[in-house]
Structures are given as structure tokens and as C-alpha cells.
């Protein structure tokens, strides 16, 4: 089993940081993409941005600029600096990595997400 446990979620003004952190623990072989979605209240979860093994990242437009993902393979954890926060900002994110867990297996794990409050 593998398991992603999240944290520095928390409440912030309008215009603050935070950093995001996911560390994946278990029977690891290897990690392939790692990345972060959020889900605000009466919408659906989407992707706001990820990073391959290889650390090439995508981000969603609406945090181009702001947020930048990274990865630390030795510590099988993935990270989120998250800038210039706007209220819009404010749900809950989700790490998610897609995990080889033997030689003929890959799974997609998810961690149990952290709160964002942005307020204005």
C-alpha cells in the first residue's frame, strides 16, 4: 500500500504564499507524475498543475505565474509554492501520484487534501 499525506494548508490573505507538501510512503518502487488538483465547493476537481518524472510541468492558466510545482524524488515528495494568492484560490487540493508499486504494477494514489482558505 501507498499513502499520501499532505500538509501547509491553512488561511492566508489575499496576495500571501503558502507551500504545499505530499510525501508518499509504502512499498515504492518508483513514482512517475506527481501532481496537484483542488476542489472548491460546487465544482469539480481540476488539475492545477504537474510534474512528471523527468520534472517537466503543466500548469492550469488561471495559475500560470503564481504557483510552481516541484519534486524531490529522493524523498518520494512533491511540493506546491503557491504566490500571490486571490480568494478564487480557495479549496482543497489533492495530491496525486502515479505510483509503481511492482515490476507489473502502476497505481494512481491520492492523498486526503488540505484546506486553502484565501480570505480578501
Known amino acids: 500500500q501507498v499513502q499520501l499525506v499532505e500538509s501547509g494548508g491553512g488561511l492566508v490573505q489575499a496576495g500571501g504564499s503558502l507551500r504545499l507538501s505530499c510525501a508518499a510512503s509504502?512499498?515504492?518502487?518508483?513514482?512517475?507524475?506527481m501532481g496537484w488538483y483542488r476542489q472548491a465547493p460546487g465544482k469539480q476537481r481540476e488539475l492545477v498543475a504537474a510534474i512528471t518524472g523527468g520534472s517537466s510541468t503543466n500548469y492550469a492558466d488561471s495559475v500560470k505565474g503564481r504557483f510552481t510545482i516541484s519534486r524531490d524524488n529522493a524523498k518520494n515528495t512533491v511540493y506546491l509554492q503557491m504566490n500571490s494568492l486571490k480568494p478564487e484560490d480557495t479549496a482543497v487540493y489533492y495530491c496525486?501520484?502515479?505510483?509503481?508499486?511492482?515490476?507489473?504494477?502502476?497505481?494512481?494514489?491520492w492523498g486526503q487534501g488540505t484546506q486553502v482558505t484565501v480570505s480578501s
Open positions: 509504502g512499498i515504492i518502487f518508483s513514482i512517475n507524475a
Open positions: 496525486n501520484a502515479e505510483v509503481r508499486t511492482s515490476f507489473v504494477s502502476i497505481k494512481n494514489y
